[in-house]
């Protein structure tokens, strides 16, 4: 019976450093030329390490152009805290799909935002991030990519 194919996000700080060192060789190939023999041995991991593993990392930006993206948040009940999300969204060319926000408990609202990643949006994984990095977003989870 074939395994099944079951796909998770993993913040990079939870990964182990071998599926750190893969991703950094199949970048070196991609960018780069030169042998795999050549980038593991820049990277310092034995091949049958890459090969165990070469095709189960990438980067969250890597084959999400035309897919979407779904994440919930946290934050605070501020004036403007909406409308700073919408413009760090728009600033990566996504194109929101549906957008939910729950009435505001003890002054923090849920918010749930599915977006569509559009051919030239910028770098998915950095988006999340500038999200998480904006003052009053409490919490921030991806709950499906497709």
């Known amino acids: 019976m074939e395994e099944e194919k079951k796909y998770y996000v993993v913040r990079k700080k939870a990964l182990p450093e071998i599926l750190l060192e893969v991703a950094k060789v199949n970048s070196m190939l991609e960018n780069e030329d030169m042998t795999i023999a050549e980038a593991t041995a820049r990277v310092g991991i034995s ?19 035309g897919s979407t993206l779904t994440f919930v948040m946290s934050m605070e009940d501020q004036p403007g805290m909406l409308s700073l999300v919408m413009k760090t969204l ?39 991030a500038e999200i998480e990095r904006l003052q009053g977003v409490r919490y921030l989870k991806i709950l499906a990519r497709g």
């Open 47 to 65: 091949r049958s390490s890459y090969y165990k593993y070469k095709d189960d990392i990438f980067p969250l930006r890597d084959n999400l152009h």
């Open 90 to 128: 728009a600033s990566y060319g996504v194109n929101i799909l549906t957008i939910h926000q729950t009435i505001p408990v003890n002054g923090v609202a849920s918010l749930t935002i599915s977006v569509e990643i559009l051919p030239g949006a910028g770098d998915s994984s950095e988006m999340i």
